[in-house]
């Protein structure tokens, strides 16, 4: 059986102040995971906006998609600099662009899920995909994602290092 595959963007702003050959001025955007089994939880609880893609889904379309539904808003527009895949700890391989671009807080809507809640109750509810999202230092953003997309914070600092105003133009599929 193949593995699950998810896309997604990292969305990312240099507000300045700081220092561009180690990037401590790069900021991403995440999303808290929400629904009851991360409610408590704030460390290695947070993600890029991202999900599964079917095998006949274009990864950039899938992309587009999730982040339009965990933030209710369409990606900014730019160039996608893709920082390459990696398989999840569970098995899954995610895939992700970078984009630099800003959006509006205020702004976000986020999708919803339904799953049954509490478990073996027969009752199913209703849940936000992300509860809140921020802006996060790579410093801090490192302590809030879930361990299997650090990778890709790495993957970002080495992209902006070598070519922080070039890359490829987004897939228009």
């Known amino acids: 059986m193949a593995a699950k595959r998810s896309a997604g963007l990292v969305l990312f702003r240099r507000p300045g102040g700081g220092n561009r050959t180690t990037g401590d001025d790069v900021e991403v955007l995440i999303g808290h995971l929400g629904g009851p089994l991360w409610a408590k939880r704030d460390e290695r609880a947070w993600s890029f906006p991202k999900g599964e893609y079917a095998p006949d889904e274009e990864p950039t379309a899938a992309a587009r998609r ?14 996608w600099l893709p920082l390459g895949e990696s398989r999840q700890s569970g098995g899954k391989v995610v895939t992700l662009w970078a984009l630099a671009g800003e959006v509006d807080l205020d702004s976000v809507a986020p999708g919803t899920f339904t799953m049954e809640w509490p478990p073996r109750s027969g009752r199913t509810q209703e849940f936000p995909e992300i509860d809140r999202v921020a802006w996060m230092d790579v410093a801090q953003a490192r302590e809030k994602l879930v361990a299997g997309q650090v990778v890709f914070l790495d993957r970002l600092l080495d992209l902006l290092a070598v070519a922080p105003s070039s890359g490829g133009k987004q897939d228009e599929s």
């Open 66 to 79: 999730e982040f339009r539904e965990e933030l209710g808003l369409a990606p900014p527009e730019g160039d």
